[in-house]
């Protein structure tokens, strides 16, 4: 018995030590990062799936930002189920087809209540291009940053016209992981693999 005892304590010393916490430490984007903050048009061609605790949504996206507005269809295979999302300064604009148009001035708490999720697509818009929101603190984590209570974690990045951006991340929080797979980026109206 003293035998399973000790043999349990030689097992758990390392484990003890691998358990330490690192400092929060502020993120800094690079100075190549920060210039994606000056970009006024992209888009993407991609794939999201979005896991909450009690379901499981998969869609194909495509979204185009400009200065004006962000504008992200959402549908499923060969077009089924699209939804199209518009957010502008005056709020977000869900667009279902067939007429089922709704508005809000509200958009995080709009879009949970239209489709069940709570997603932060005021800052997702940033997070999408893999920089951080510029208003709110942010700490950096192993490959990305957490900021307003979500994690967002880099799995692999692509060149692109001279920046880097994201085609494979992470976005997650206690409750909801979202997964974004970018296909095909857009910079200023041109198609980039």
Known sequence: MKKIWLLTGVLLLPACSMMTTTPEIAYQPTSAQSELYALERWGFEGRIAIVSKSDVAQANINWEHSPEEDLIK?????????????????????????????????????????????????????????????????????????????????????????????????????????KLFIDQWMLDDKRIK
Do not use: C, H
Not at 124 to 134: C, D, I, N
């Open 74 to 178: 959402l549908s499923g295979p060969l077009g089924q189920g699209a939804v199209t999302i518009q957010l502008n300064s005056t709020g977000v604009t869900i667009d279902r087809g067939g007429g089922d148009v709704k508005t809000s001035t509200n958009p995080e708490k709009f879009i949970n209540q239209e489709v069940g999720l709570f997603v932060p697509v005021t800052s997702l818009r940033y997070w999408v291009v893999g920089v951080p929101e510029k208003s709110q603190p942010v700490i950096a984590i192993d490959k990305g940053f957490e900021q307003a209570g979500w994690r967002n974690q880099y799995k692999t990045m692509q060149p692109v016209n001279g920046y880097v951006l994201p085609q494979n991340m992470t976005v997650t929080n206690e409750s909801v992981k979202l």
